[in-house]
Structures are given as C-alpha cells and as structure tokens.
C-alpha cells in the first residue's frame, strides 16, 4: 500500500501496517492493538520509516547530546536483582562505597571539558543513611554549582524513603533542597509483575515507581524514564509498559525522555538469554517514537546499542545519543564492548555522519554554547 506523506511517499508490504499507518499520518494516537502490530510487521523499514518522520515533524534534523559524567557511589545492594551485574552483597569481592571525598574527586576527575550533567545512581545500600546523599550532592553542588544533577532512581528515592522512615514526597523534598535538579529514568525495568518476579524481585513494584515520578513531577521535578526488554518479556509486556508510561505523561508532563535499555546478560544469572540484535534495538527506538506522542524525547543510548546502532537510529526515531558518559559501570559488568566514554567531538562527528545536525544541549534541553573550556546555557 502506498499513503500520501507530506514529504516523500510511504510505501509498506505489510496490509497490518496499513491502517497504523493511517493513523500516524492523520496525527492519531496508536493503541495497544497498532503496537503489536508495530513489533510483529517484517517491514522493519516501513517501520522506522513512519518513526522517522514523526521525529523529523519535531526536531528537524537536530539530534541533541550532552556533555556528561556518570557517578555510581556504591555498588553495594540489597537488591539481588537476576537483571543486574552490578550490585554486589556488603562483604563479597569487588563491592565498593565511596567516601564522599572520593565521590567529589571523581566528579573532578575524566576528560578536561567541563560537563554540564552529573548522572548519579547507586545499589541499594543496607546502611547509608539519606543523610550520605544529601551531603553527597551538596558537596557537588558547592564544588561545581554550573553542573545539573539528575541523581538517584525511583527505585533508590523509595528506598531512601522508607530507611529514612519519611514519605517519598518528602525525601525527594529534601533531595532537592540539597541540589538534585532533576532525575533519571532507571529501574523501571518492565512494569508487567509476572516479568518483575523474574528480573527483579526485590524491587518495588510498577505502580510504586510511576507513583514515585507522579510525585517527583508534582513537586516540579523532571525525570526520564527507561524500559528495560529483551530479556523474558513478551510484546504485550512492552506495550503495556508504553502505555503506562503515556498515560502518566498525559498527566504530569514530567518526564522529558524515554531510553529503552537493551538486557546484557553477561554475568547476570539470566546468562544464558541471548543478546538483542541491531534490528530488536531499532524496532524497539522506532516503536517507542511512535506510541510514545506525549514524550518529547527518545534517546539512544550509545552505550547501551554501540555507537554503531545508536546512529542508526538516529533515523529510526531516537533524536538523542547521550552524552560523554566518561565512566561507565552497570552495562560493563554485564559484559558491554563499547567504550566507557567518548569525548564531545566523537560525538559529535558520529551525529554529522547520520546526516543530523548536532545540537549540545544541557539535562534540560537547552542550548549549550561553549569557548575553550567554558560553556554558556541559553536560558
Ligand atoms: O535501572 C541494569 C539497567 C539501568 C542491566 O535517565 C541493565 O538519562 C541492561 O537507567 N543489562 C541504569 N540493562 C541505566 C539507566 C540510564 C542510562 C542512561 C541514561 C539514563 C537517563 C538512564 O540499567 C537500570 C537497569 O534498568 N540495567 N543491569 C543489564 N545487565
């Protein structure tokens, strides 16, 4: 079938397709049953086709990224979760807590270009109090006050919760005052219980997370938010996912961003799942753009996909690759080949070669203007 675009025409070989695309054209929202469709059509082109022209009617040709440095102060975790190769118990081999020091110095330390983004997410540690983290993030902020902290998960916030014996409301309160600006989007995982009793059940439960961003995006807080797939979920468990997502978005619009995270199995005790191909990563962008019409962004996250695929998809409906990152641990330990981090004009150049045009941004979207080795946010 052939439907008329405003740009070039859109031609699929797949008839289940046909009325998805109907509705994309028409600007109508996709529904459960259209998403299935999405995941299931072989005309993975047409696909990516119908995502990339909804990310190119908002963006353009802009595909934004940003200078960063991941910090992970603690890989100590109660958690025990099958997806994670990270967290460790308090006393076996290889398991670390910063001292708040040393937390700050890592924050000075990696590549010379001032970063504008602090990522900050840990284990859940059995004994440090919330008192460590609000310190933590005072310290940063008093040390480098031009740097945004997008600090701790749903997960981690809940957790400090109920340790510290407060209400999520308040703790993100206090987390705040101390200089979080904004938070990112993990430990979302897949909201779908017969999933999380198999990946991660020791973690709160879906609706706590989506209760936990309601909340965090009352209180004025941005956040993003991730799904984790290619592990034991199915396509209804995504689709699922999505929509909840959506949903909370037409509420709050909280959430600036959404980045799916492909499952690395290595060193996981789900070991012997098989890695997500290049074309799972790309449906998966691609669909995410186009039920996801609420979310402004959709990131590819190069260190997740490779850089290879993250360009890629850079023309499948992602607008976003991230940033330098610098220093990268979760996806290491589950056995990631790419690098730790990548400096701004790698990143720049790999955007260029996908035929978009950079765009630095800060944690907030906007423009980052930079001289030698300082930069200018346009407010
Ligand atoms: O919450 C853990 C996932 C997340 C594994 O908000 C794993 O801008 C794959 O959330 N294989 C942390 N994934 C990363 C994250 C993130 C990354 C980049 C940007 C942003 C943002 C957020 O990584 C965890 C979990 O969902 N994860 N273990 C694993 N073996």
Redesign the pocket.
């Known amino acids: 079938m052939t439907l008329p675009s405003n740009r070039r025409p859109f031609t699929t070989s797949d008839p289940q397709l046909a009325p998805v695309a109907e509705k994309v054209f028409a600007g109508e929202r996709l529904g459960f049953q259209d998403a299935l469709a999405l995941y299931r059509s072989h005309d993975i082109f047409a696909v990516g086709w119908m995502a990339n022209h909804l990310r190119e009617n908002l963006h353009g040709d802009i595909a934004y990224f940003n200078v960063n440095r991941h910090i992970n102060p603690t890989n100590v975790c109660v958690a025990a979760?099958r997806?994670?190769?990270?967290g460790r118990k308090k006393d076996s081999p290889g398991a670390y807590t910063m001292a708040l020091e040393e937390a700050w110095a890592a924050a000075a330390s990696g590549y010379s270009e001032a970063v504008t983004e602090f990522?900050i997410?840990g284990g859940l540690h059995p004994d440090l109090p919330l008192q460590y983290f609000l310190d933590l993030v005072r310290g940063l902020k008093e040390r480098f006050p031009q740097v945004h902290i997008?600090a701790f998960?749903m997960?981690e916030v809940s957790f400090l919760a109920r340790r510290a014996k407060l209400t999520v409301r308040e703790t993100l309160e206090k987390l705040r005052d101390a200089g979080v600006d904004s938070?990112?989007?993990?430990?979302?995982?897949i909201f779908a219980s017969r999933v999380r009793h198999i990946i991660c059940d020791h973690k709160i439960d879906g609706d706590e997370w989506l209760e936990t961003a309601r909340t965090a995006h009352l209180l004025g807080l941005k956040?993003?938010?991730?799904m984790?797939y290619g592990h034991v979920e199915n396509d209804e468990d995504r689709v699922d996912h999505l929509l909840k997502l959506r949903a909370l978005q037409d509420e709050t619009h909280g959430f600036q961003?959404f980045?799916p995270?492909?499952?690395?199995?290595?060193?996981?005790p789900l070991e012997h799942l098989p890695r997500t191909t290049g074309m799972m990563d790309l449906r998966q962008i691609a669909v995410s753009r186009l039920l996801l019409d609420n979310f402004p962004h959709i990131?590819a996250?190069w260190?997740?996909m490779t850089p290879q695929i993250a360009q890629v998809a850079l023309r499948f409906g992602a607008d976003d690759i991230?940033g330098t990152v610098v220093e990268e641990k979760?996806?290491h330990?589950?056995?990631a080949t790419t690098p730790q981090g990548m400096r701004r004009q790698d990143l720049v150049r790999i955007i260029r070669q996908a035929g978009c045009q950079p765009f630095e941004r800060d944690t907030l979207y906007r423009e980052v203007t930079r001289t030698e080795d300082t930069f200018t946010i346009a407010v």
Not at 83 to 86: D, H
Not at 183 to 189: F, I, R, T, V, Y
């Open positions: 979760c997806l994670c190769a990270f990522h997410v997008k998960t997960v938070l990112p989007g993990g430990g979302a995982e956040s993003n938010a991730t984790l961003t980045i995270l492909a499952f690395h199995p290595d060193h996981t990131k996250y260190q997740m991230d979760i996806y330990d589950a056995g």
